[in-house]
């Protein structure tokens, strides 16, 4: 039989290290615990010995006649004297214990706390203090600036405890209130948020007024006054210069009308397409032929043996080669123009350096009065526009024409005189024509495009009943 004599040690246990919780029951801190307990065995005897004074750990023996007495006048219980069996008190007293309540007025025992350093005092304060010690250095510019800083120091004193005093001079019983002072703005604090929020929502709020509501649109006048020619009596001059000016006016939209007509005519669409006559016309645009030949009978034959003759004369004609010594003189008076005009432009560069302040000046002067004629041109534009009709719509504005009577259609007096126009229409397009309301028109609703649809049943019964045989 077979005796055991060792043991096999037992397999070591594996713990998994990336848990607080592993660290706290499976780490070996037992030099971490003896450590802190010997702090507080120190601690308990009176702190660490490097930390203790020697009258704490040492004391004197004086001998019987030369005792320490106490403030009560009674000898005091720290000293010691040595007999045989070691350190005994020099006498036996019982000392009172303090009381419970005061046993904390001297600080709580232990470790002492940790102090960590702060910036205590601000950077301002530190500056100030800093300035102090410059200026008590006892120089003449040092005490001047120390003076003049406790005057003006002073000064702000007496300014901060100045009360401001309300002004009386104005009429109390005006009928709009004006507020100075420190209040000035205490009837905006009124109208917070949500009283305009609810103001606006229940239609209470003032609207705006717009800054362009006492502006006019337009400067042209409300009224037309009409020309002399116009009135019910007028003189053969008058009237017959109104006439005149009716007929260009006339003419003008009559050439109007032709030119739209024209254009019309010329790009309406051919469904016959092109003639042969058309397509030869095309096909000898720009050529110098005479616009009244016949393109029918005309021969083009002889045309193009010219052409071939004057091809053959080109091609025929020699090419004469330069000399070698031509060539090179060609070449240096080339290479020294080139010379010539780098030169000039570096020169004009370097003049143009030297004079760069003059340039400036004429730059800032051109720019200057660019600026000037900007503004004068938008001026005038400005002004202009205000006696212009502009596009205030996709229509445009067009004035009612007037209806002149010829010289026979005359009224002999105002009671045979008739009613022309209509004021409600002549005050809607002066409207129009000073900018206060775009052109307008009638607009009437589309009639929309009936849409022939063949059905394809009906379609085939007819095909049937028409070709069938009789």
Not at 3 to 18: M, S
Not at 200 to 215: D, I, L
Not at 442 to 457: C, D, E, L, N
């Amino acid at each position: 039989m077979k005796v055991i004599t060792e043991v096999a040690p037992k397999k070591k246990k594996r713990f998994n290290k990336n848990k607080k919780k592993a660290w706290r029951k499976k780490i070996n801190i037992d030099d971490i615990e003896d450590h802190l307990e010997e702090k507080r065995r120190e601690e308990r005897h009176g702190g660490p010995l490097e930390e203790r004074v020697t009258e704490e750990l040492f004391s004197l023996d004086y001998g019987e006649d030369d005792i320490k007495l106490n403030h009560e006048g009674k000898p005091s219980a720290t000293l010691f004297t040595c007999n045989d069996n070691g350190l005994k008190p020099l006498f036996n007293r019982q000392e009172k214990k303090t009381l419970n309540c005061h046993q904390f007025i001297n600080g709580l025992p232990g470790a002492k706390a940790i102090s960590v350093k702060r910036g205590t005092m601000k950077q301002k304060e530190k500056r100030v203090i800093k300035y102090s010690k410059k200026l008590a250095s006892g120089t003449p510019a040092a005490e001047i600036k120390k003076k003049r800083l406790r005057q003006q120091r002073k000064i702000d004193l007496k300014r901060k405890c100045k009360i401001e005093k309300p002004n009386y001079d104005r009429n109390l019983w005006e009928t709009s209130p004006i507020i100075e002072g420190k209040f000035s703005d205490v009837s905006k604090t009124y109208l917070t948020e949500p009283v305009l929020f609810y103001k606006v929502q229940t239609k209470q709020a003032k609207v705006k007024t717009p800054s362009v509501r006492y502006e006019k649109p337009s400067l042209l006048p409300s009224v037309v006054v009409p020309k002399a020619g116009a009135s019910y009596n007028p003189s053969y001059d008058d009237h017959q210069k109104l006439l005149a000016e009716a007929l260009e006016v006339e003419k003008e939209r009559k050439k109007k009308e032709e030119k739209i007509k024209r254009m019309r005519v010329k790009y309406k669409p051919n469904n016959d397409g092109i003639t042969e006559l058309e397509k030869m016309v095309e096909m000898t645009e720009g050529l110098p032929l005479n616009p009244n030949q016949d393109y029918e009978t005309y021969n083009f034959s002889e045309e193009e043996e010219e052409n071939e003759e004057s091809e053959n004369y080109i091609s025929n004609k020699k090419i004469e080669k330069r000399s070698l010594q031509s060539r090179k003189k060609a070449k240096t008076l080339k290479i020294k123009e080139q010379k010539r005009l780098k030169l000039k432009e570096r020169k004009m560069r370097e003049n143009d350096i030297n004079r760069l302040k003059s340039l400036e000046k004429n730059i800032a002067k051109e720019e200057k009065e660019s600026e000037q004629l900007k503004k004068k041109k938008k001026r005038l534009q400005k002004l202009k526009d205000q006696y212009q009709t502009k596009k205030l719509s996709r229509y445009e504005f067009q004035d009612n024409d007037d209806v002149i009577p010829l010289g026979n259609e005359l009224a002999e007096s105002l009671r045979t005189m008739e009613p022309v126009g209509n004021p409600l229409e002549s005050v809607f397009k002066s409207l129009q024509r000073r900018n206060i309301i775009e052109k307008r028109v009638k607009v009437r609703r589309a009639k929309a495009k009936k849409k022939m649809i063949k059905k394809k049943s009906c379609v085939e019964s007819l095909n049937y009943l028409l070709n069938e045989p009789e």
